[in-house]
């Protein structure tokens, strides 16, 4: 069981950087991911993060979000800058015990997510 916790959304204006925040308890050797769901839209998928650090990341934020984690803390972070108005959305953190995936079912573990928005 792996049990999540996301916190550092916010209101930001366009062009700006926020920083969210995973924390993890229980079995925590797991791929992580973010996801977000913009009102009115499907959830979508953003980021993943191995154990060992690999990362791949969705066409959409590629070159402005980050994803990392620290293992010793148990947490997984999304730097995100230069965001867009069209990254509003509420974010969650996810967990997996395989490999990456882009998928929302492969996720067995969720956070109650943060809400980001971004003002024009």
């Known amino acids: 069981q792996v049990q999540l916790v996301e916190s550092g959304g916010g209101l930001v204006q366009a062009g700006g950087s926020l920083r969210l925040s995973c924390a993890a308890s229980?079995?925590?050797?797991?791929?992580m991911g973010w996801f977000r769901q913009a009102p009115g839209k499907e959830r979508e998928f953003v980021a993943t993060?191995?154990?060992?650090?690999?990362?791949s990341y969705a066409d959409s934020v590629k070159g402005r979000f980050t994803v990392s984690r620290d293992n010793a803390k148990n947490m997984v972070y999304l730097q995100m800058n230069s965001l867009k108005p069209e990254d509003t959305a509420v974010y969650y953190c996810a967990a997996r015990q395989r490999g990456g995936s882009t998928f929302i079912s492969d996720y067995a573990y969720w956070g109650q997510g943060t809400q980001v928005t971004v003002s024009s």
């Open positions: 229980g079995r925590t050797t797991y791929t």
């Open positions: 993060i191995s154990w060992s650090g690999g990362t």
